[in-house]
């Protein structure tokens, strides 16, 4: 059995709607646990829980907690090994892919973000006030004053580093930014057209010629709902699991990618532990891709 290096972060501050945060070895979460160990031989290896004070809410709450979550991520990756973060709505991954960048090197880091959403908006354009459709536009440098006072660090994603993969639902300001930077987004629908398998190809093609090392950002709704029904904000026409587990096991470089965050869980919203086995092997893909131990890392 192998032990992976993880962190929680279940915080829900920035979603769109509330969930209770969970913790390691959570009963709830058993069919996750279970299915990793049984399935892919893995085993987690908490590295810390960070959970909002109760009754947290609010623009300086988020802070706070984002500030926390950025110093734990820094502390872990600066070890040399890889790191398995989940969460907690995509808010987190302002702090996540910080401490990434600044732990790795901003210019050598890139970054595949496989999701539905383009989640590029600022307090001016946001059609819900929610921040977590905003980590993006936050991390490419694109924040308005408010939710630049969310930031946790300073370092920005060079736009052509970015590579979103799956995206079919968003509004047409958060599309125009993406437009103006440039930035390789893949839609569902080309997924479906190329095939996951070439598609994802395109997608880390295109990073290895922007970055030496890169991230690894799922939103569980980029999946299909019927796959993944544990999300606050489901669309339509997604992504196949697990052909999307087998595409990233193939693909998946894991000399060059050593960190995965996965997001925007709400265990209350599964269904029959449908979501946490996906969750599970998309974890096994990503740690065992390319038939990897992962060797002189854990
Ligand atoms: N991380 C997410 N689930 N993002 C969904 C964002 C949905 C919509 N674009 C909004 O800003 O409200």
Do not use: K
């Not at 920035?14 to 990793?36: A, H, K, M, Y």
């Not at 910080?98 to 307090?123: K, S």
């Amino acid at each position: 059995m192998l032990s992976l290096p993880a962190l929680a972060a279940p915080s829900y501050l920035g979603g769109r709607r509330p969930e209770r945060p969970w913790r390691p070895g959570d009963i709830r979460l058993t069919p996750l646990w279970r299915r990793l160990r049984q399935r892919h031989g893995l085993t987690l290896d908490w590295r810390g829980c960070l959970t909002p004070p109760d009754n947290a809410s609010g623009p300086p709450a988020l802070a706070d907690y984002l500030s926390r979550l950025r110093d734990g991520v820094y502390n872990e990756l600066s070890s040399g090994r890889p790191l398995f973060v989940l969460g907690g709505d995509h808010a987190n991954a302002m702090a996540v892919w910080d401490a990434a960048m600044a732990a790795v090197g901003e210019r050598r880091f890139g970054l595949l973000w496989i999701d539905a959403h383009l989640d590029c908006h600022t307090f001016m354009t946001t059609p819900s006030g929610n921040v977590h459709g905003m980590p993006l536009a936050a991390l490419l440098g694109l924040a308005d004053p408010s939710l630049a006072s969310l930031m946790p660090g300073r370092c920005r994603l060079r736009p052509e580093a970015l590579c979103l993969f799956g995206v079919r639902s968003y509004e047409r300001a958060e599309q125009e930014a993406m437009e103006r930077l440039n930035v390789r987004v893949i839609q569902a629908a080309r997924v479906r057209r190329d095939g996951i398998d070439g598609a994802l190809d395109g997608a880390l093609a295109y990073l290895d010629r922007h970055c030496e090392h890169y991230g690894i950002s799922i939103d569980l709704d980029a999946i299909h709902p019927r796959q993944a029904p544990a999300v606050a904000t489901p669309v339509v026409g997604g992504l196949n699991g697990s052909a999307l587990c087998q595409a990233l096991c193939r693909r998946v470089d894991p000399d060059r990618c050593r960190i995965l965050e996965i997001a925007e869980f709400y265990p209350s919203l599964d269904r029959a532990g449908r979501t946490q086995r996906l969750l599970a092997d998309l974890v096994g893909a990503w740690w065992w891709s390319r038939g990897s131990r992962r060797r002189g890392w854990a």
